[in-house]
């Protein structure tokens, strides 16, 4: 069975940094993407950042430059390097195990096509 860790939210400054992390037990090596998504309260959980087996990447417009997804060679942890956060980034922060290949995080209702999600992990970002 798909289990989905998040850790590392926390507290910072803007313009501070915070690294996610997401632990990924039975995910299949055949999964085809990995994604994170974020959700403030009264909203949508949205897209933020996609990555397929080959280790290619997809991200939405507000985060391009700033955060960055990866995963390791094990493909066993997904991350989330996020750089110059802003109080808009405040959000709990969601990994997530897709059904099928990548598409891009904007990709309309892509929430919809989540095979498993993680639990979530607060980040705030304060001004």
């Known amino acids: 069975q798909v289990q989905l860790v998040e850790s590392g939210g926390g507290s910072v400054q803007a313009g501070g940094s915070l690294r996610l992390s997401c632990a990924a037990s039975?995910?299949?090596?055949?999964?085809?993407?990995m994604a994170w998504f974020r959700q403030v309260p009264g909203k949508e959980r949205e897209g933020v950042a996609v990555?397929?087996?080959?280790?290619?990447?997809m991200s939405v417009d507000s985060v391009k430059g700033r955060f960055t997804i990866s995963k390791d060679n094990a493909k066993t942890t997904l991350y989330l390097q996020m750089s110059s956060l802003k109080p808009e980034d405040t959000a709990m922060y969601y990994c997530?195990?897709?059904?099928?290949?990548?598409?891009?995080?904007?990709?309309?209702?892509?929430?919809?096509?989540?095979?498993?999600w993680g639990q979530g992990t607060q980040v705030t970002v304060s001004s």
């Open positions: 990555i397929d087996s080959d280790g290619n990447t």
């Open positions: 997530a195990a897709m059904r099928g290949g990548c598409r891009h995080p904007a990709y309309p209702f892509y929430r919809l096509l989540v095979e498993r």
């Open positions: 039975g995910v299949p090596r055949s999964s085809l993407c």
